[in-house]
């Protein structure tokens, strides 16, 4: 096995061969194996190597450019490879000293560069390939968003979203075929958006304008109404308490068991677009307003699992931190989800029902951890007066595994 570099990564713009140092032209020109987009290939033109296009899915070629290993290989990418690019997938087949990356500016370097916008004050998203909901929590009053188009509809789709979420004042500009002769910029409000013709390549770039409606804050305890749901949700003010002791981190999994409305595994993803959840539900109904849920919130990554805890529990990726929040009296289900739980992790369940809180009573005696007893109470008219109404209370057990 070879551990100098023989696999070359370069990053290429609109502007081809021009645009790329000599070292990358060299490499090029020297390569056994030459694989790249349709694209890519057409913008270096002819090579002394063998070519290879990507196949769909990309990873087909991957035999291919292993068993050139040791031998001058190189992949063509957009841009910075490792910034949504191929680069993190072949860093997962060939090591990383054996592999040399010449990258260029990313299109999200490009589009920054042109607009003059600080590219460390934007969201960064990638549409390619993925829903568009997963926008919203970046739609704050004063954002600015860019986005990598999946293709030249992209832009209209966008402008048609933003507007049904009252956000039509906010300015729209699609930077195509940056980097090179094509090189365009245009720029129109949502509302209304008349930009057509747009090529297939382009970022766009977008300047919130407008509260808009319904777009999650960062703090934990959204509005219950904000969720579709048939009475079974975690209420606001439990949720805030109950995602606090969850404390989502970047990367991490989480089971919500007994999901509902899904209101706590959606605002566990809203915490970072780092985080990852599983929620578990077993009436089929609630499973479809989980994914409604999930979407309209802007988090359409949930995973959702229709079936019965424990059962629908096995074969699950091992999580980081699990909720239950429902079927707390199913046989077994704690013991399962506390072996399943990694070291370190959290588990946290509530319960309103006296069955449900004797379960957890029992659970603390066995394994430690923490009850904590919550009732809330919110005013509400009594004649011409205020009086408040107290929810039931709810007792919360929450514990981490040694």
Same mark, same amino acid.
């Given at each position: 096995?070879? /551990?100098?570099?023989?696999?070359?990564?370069?990053?290429?713009?609109?502007?081809?061969?021009?645009?790329? =140092?000599?070292?990358?032209?060299?490499?090029?020109?020297?390569?056994?194996?030459?694989?790249?987009?349709?694209?890519?290939?057409?913008?270096?033109?002819?090579?002394?190597?063998?070519?290879?296009?990507?196949?769909?899915?990309?990873?087909?070629?991957?035999?291919?450019?292993?068993?050139?290993?040791?031998?001058?290989?190189?992949?063509?990418?957009?841009?910075?490879?490792?910034?949504?690019?191929?680069? =993190?997938?072949? *860093?997962?087949?060939?090591?990383?000293?054996?592999?040399?990356?010449?990258?260029?500016?990313?299109?999200? =370097?490009?589009?920054?560069?042109?607009?003059?916008?600080?590219?460390?004050?934007?969201?960064?998203?990638?549409?390619?390939?993925?829903?568009?909901?997963?926008?919203?929590?970046? $739609?704050?009053?004063?954002?600015?968003?860019?986005?990598?188009?999946?293709?030249?509809?992209?832009?209209?789709?966008? %402008?048609?979203?933003?507007?049904?979420?009252?956000?039509?004042?906010?300015?729209?500009?699609?930077?195509?075929?940056?980097?090179?002769?094509?090189?365009? @910029?245009?720029?129109?409000?949502?509302?209304?958006?008349?930009?057509?013709?747009?090529?297939?390549?382009?970022?766009?770039?977008?300047?919130?304008?407008?509260?808009?409606?319904?777009?999650? #804050?960062?703090?934990?305890?959204?509005?219950?109404?904000?969720?579709?749901?048939?009475?079974?949700?975690?209420?606001?003010?439990?949720?805030?308490?109950?995602?606090?002791?969850?404390?989502?981190?970047?990367?991490?999994?989480?089971?919500?068991?007994?999901?509902? %409305?899904?209101?706590?595994?959606?605002?566990?993803?809203? *915490?970072?677009?780092?985080?990852?959840?599983?929620?578990?539900?077993?009436?089929?109904?609630?499973?479809?307003?989980?994914?409604?849920?999930?979407?309209? @919130?802007?988090?359409?990554?949930?995973?959702?699992?229709?079936?019965? %805890?424990?059962?629908?529990?096995?074969?699950?990726?091992?999580?980081?931190?699990?909720?239950?929040?429902?079927?707390?009296?199913? #046989?077994?289900?704690?013991?399962?989800?506390?072996?399943?739980?990694? #070291?370190?992790?959290?588990?946290?369940?509530? /319960?309103?029902? $006296?069955?449900?809180?004797?379960?957890?009573? /029992?659970?603390?005696?066995?394994?430690?951890?923490?009850?904590?007893?919550?009732?809330?109470?919110?005013?509400?008219?009594?004649?011409?007066?205020?009086?408040?109404?107290? %929810?039931?209370?709810?007792?919360?057990? =929450?514990?981490?595994? #040694?």
């Amino acid at each position: 096995m070879s /551990a100098s570099p023989w696999l070359t990564i370069v990053g290429i713009g609109e502007d081809g061969l021009d645009g790329l =140092s000599i070292n990358a032209r060299e490499r090029i020109a020297q390569a056994r194996l030459v694989v790249g987009g349709a694209r890519h290939l057409r913008l270096i033109g002819e090579t002394g190597g063998a070519r290879r296009a990507w196949p769909s899915p990309l990873q087909d070629a991957f035999a291919d450019i292993l068993a050139k290993r040791g031998e001058p290989v190189v992949v063509l990418a957009s841009g910075d490879p490792f910034f949504y690019g191929v680069g =993190s997938l072949l *860093a997962r087949i060939v090591a990383p000293p054996e592999i040399l990356c010449l990258p260029q500016a990313s299109a999200f =370097s490009l589009a920054a560069s042109r607009l003059g916008w600080a590219l460390q004050d934007c969201a960064r998203v990638t549409l390619h390939g993925r829903a568009l909901e997963q926008i919203v929590p970046h $739609l704050h009053p004063g954002a600015r968003v860019l986005a990598l188009s999946w293709d030249g509809e992209t832009p209209k789709k966008l %402008a048609a979203f933003l507007e049904a979420r009252g956000l039509g004042g906010s300015l729209i500009t699609v930077c195509e075929a940056m980097g090179g002769p094509r090189e365009r @910029l245009r720029a129109a409000p949502a509302e209304g958006f008349d930009i057509d013709g747009v090529d297939p390549l382009n970022t766009v770039a977008i300047e919130i304008r407008g509260a808009g409606r319904r777009i999650p #804050p960062r703090a934990p305890g959204l509005p219950d109404d904000w969720f579709e749901h048939d009475g079974q949700i975690t209420k606001r003010e439990m949720r805030a308490v109950t995602l606090a002791q969850l404390a989502p981190r970047p990367g991490e999994l989480l089971w919500d068991v007994g999901a509902g %409305a899904g209101s706590i595994s959606v605002e566990w993803l809203l *915490a970072d677009p780092a985080t990852r959840a599983i929620a578990v539900e077993r009436n089929t109904e609630r499973c479809a307003r989980i994914r409604r849920n999930a979407a309209a @919130l802007g988090v359409p990554r949930l995973a959702v699992i229709e079936g019965e %805890a424990p059962t629908a529990l096995a074969g699950l990726e091992r999580p980081d931190a699990i909720f239950v929040g429902g079927g707390l009296t199913a #046989p077994d289900l704690l013991e399962t989800c506390w072996s399943a739980l990694a #070291p370190g992790g959290r588990l946290i369940a509530n /319960a309103v029902t $006296l069955e449900s809180q004797a379960d957890l009573f /029992a659970a603390q005696r066995r394994l430690g951890g923490e009850l904590l007893q919550s009732q809330f109470a919110h005013a509400v008219p009594v004649g011409r007066f205020l009086g408040f109404r107290p %929810a039931m209370p709810s007792v919360q057990w =929450s514990v981490v595994k #040694p």
